[in-house]
Every structure is written in C-alpha cells, then in structure tokens.
C-alpha cells in the first residue's frame, strides 16, 4: 500500500513499521546487502576434483547437474534458468506432482505458468519428509553438483537437509537456498511472498510514486529478481569451484533483490542526502491508454512544456496533475508520436500482452505453441 506520513502500524509487520525506504535503513541487514550485494557465500570444502564426466552439450552449464525442491517462481524460475544455460535440473515434487501444476489457465491439463517454468527439467517424486524419501535424495544430492531450495525458514534443519548434511555426501556440491526474508530474522513470522516483501521493503512505495497505481505491482517483480539473483549466485559459486577447488553455499532472498532494486536511493538516505529525482519519471493516463514518459534534466522538462504547450510547475504533485490534464486531450499513441519527436523518452504501456506478437522489437523473443513462451535470452556461439 502507498503509505502517508500518519499512516498506523501495518498489521503483520513490526510494531511502528511502515514500508518506505527510510524505514528500511535500520534494519540490521541492510549494511552488508548494500556493500557485498545480494548473496551471502559461505566457504566449503576445498581442493576438490572436477566434477564426473558427463555428457556434455555446446552451453555453458551443460554436463552440471541441478537438483532442485522449488515451488512457486523465486525458485524454480532460478533452476529455469539453469536449464537454458545447459544444466540438466532434477525437480523434487512430493507424490502425486506439484499442486501448483493445476493453476488455470491450462493447456493439455497442466497450468501453463507451471510448464513455463518447468518444462525444460526432469521429475523425481519423493517424500522427504520419510526416511525413504531423504535417503533418495541425498543419493541424487552426491551425484549432483547443485542443490536448491527455497524451504520455508527452520524446514531443511528439521529435516536434517542442511548445508553440513548434505556436503557429507557430496563435498563438492554448491548448497543454494532462495528464501523470502534472508537475515532478517525478525521477519521470518510472515510469509516471505512477493507482495509481501515489496511492501516492507519499500518497493511499493517506490511502484506507487511512479505509476497509475496505488501500491505496489501484482506482476512478482521480486520473484522475478531474485529467481535471476539466485541464478547469479550460483554461477558464482560454480566459477569460485572451477577456478578455486572449494564449494560451499549460497544464500539469497527476495529482502536481497529488493534492496538490489532500490540501491540507489538507500545509499543517499543512509548517507544523509536526498535521493536523486528525476524530474517526470512516470506511468499517466490519456485520453486512451497510459504512457510512460521519463525527463532525465531540465532541457527535457523544457522539450515536455514546449509539447505540451502547458508551463508546467515546479513542485512535483502538482506537475504531475498538470501533465495528466494536457495528455487527456489525445491517446497514448499519438502522445508517444508527438514527444517522441520533441526528443523525449515516450512509450505506450502495453496493457493486453496479446499485442507484443505484432511489435517487432519483442516478437522475436517469443515462441508461440500451445501457448507463447519466451525464449532463452541468451546466444552463444
């Protein structure tokens, strides 16, 4: 929710905790996000071998090995990752598949949000919650040279899953844990969901400030970063073992990708400055559709006033409900047309993702079967 100076204590979070960025400077993990960026690696064993021979493709990670126990995005978006860059990933359901393999809308009976994120990986079904079902897994862990998950906080301990439990096995292998909070210990009450975090860390404010919305995106912006910082890190850890002979883990979070994404001005409110503004950086509606328009300096606030023909004030909120006046009298297309040709960085938001097949900026990104997926975003020759 978009907060306002007077605004109560928000039910689930820590008492007089409100969700904007200068809140978030005092809590105790931000320091060492801000410094050594999202990932937390702790060292292993070293002097190890190279991996086993393996049947090896033309990408980078192809001949590793991923064993993966993810639900939802965060995690499996990280081992999807994995997958288009070579590596074979083993996805860990429980017996009888993932739940989540029903969410409509379906193609063929299988939710296609489930399929984009999974249809490149192999399934082993395992209850390891028995003793049947941790002994499997732990035989795949020690021929594996990555294990993921994105457990909720206490469960790997519980199970004897961790870290140390699993290096006994298999020395060599990089143990990744995707979670919600990170170190944020405090927090580990509630759930580590994407909504959630954007609204303590800050990011809805942030969303909210610049678009037509009244609080954060209901796109999982933060699933979506910190599948992509997982996957960072644990080509890291990969690297570090192929230069260094030593595995080890590698901790991220949905918290961490927050931070990632408002490094910025969280540097200048801990340094006691204000954080830089751009003068118009935001989502306005027009007569029809909404346009984004960003002005970097004031010799594009000076473009917007002569496109506009409005001699726009300086005090922000106000500019802004200048702007969504002037722009009411034509559509986005013709707005994005007529600034553009002023110079200005203009664009139509594309609300009915249907019509991305007719842009030919994106549409080569795209591949359309049953349903479209989006292709890997990579090439390597």
Known sequence: MRPSPSVAPQPGFPSGRRPSLHQRLADEDLPALLEQGPWRFTSGSGGLTPSPARERGDLPLSGLRVIESCRRIQGPLAGHLLALL???VIRIELPGGDPLRGMPPLVDGC????????RHKSVCELDIKSVRGRAELLELASQADVFLHNWAPGKAAELSLEHADLARVNPALIYAYAGGWGEQRDLQRMPGTDFMVQ???????QIARRSASAGGSL???LDVLGGVVATQGISAALLKRALRGEAGRVDSSLLGAATLLCSEPLRAL???QAPAELPVAGVYPTAAGLLAIECRNSADMECLRQALDYPLDTEPALRDE???????????HAWQELLQAFGLAAATVAEDLSTL??????????????YT???SPWSFT
Not at 111 to 118: C, E, I, K
Not at 322 to 332: E, F, K, P
């Open 86 to 88: 070579g590596a074979e």
């Open 111 to 118: 939710s296609v949000r489930f399929d984009a994120l999974n």
């Open 199 to 205: 609204a303590y860390s800050g990011v809805a404010s």
């Open 219 to 221: 796109f999982t912006v």
């Open 270 to 272: 801990r340094d006691g």
């Open 322 to 332: 200048q702007i969504a006046h002037c722009l009411a009298s034509r559509d986005a």
């Open 357 to 370: 097949h007719q842009d030919g900026r994106i549409a080569p990104c795209l591949h359309t079967e049953d």
């Open 373 to 375: 997926l989006v292709k």
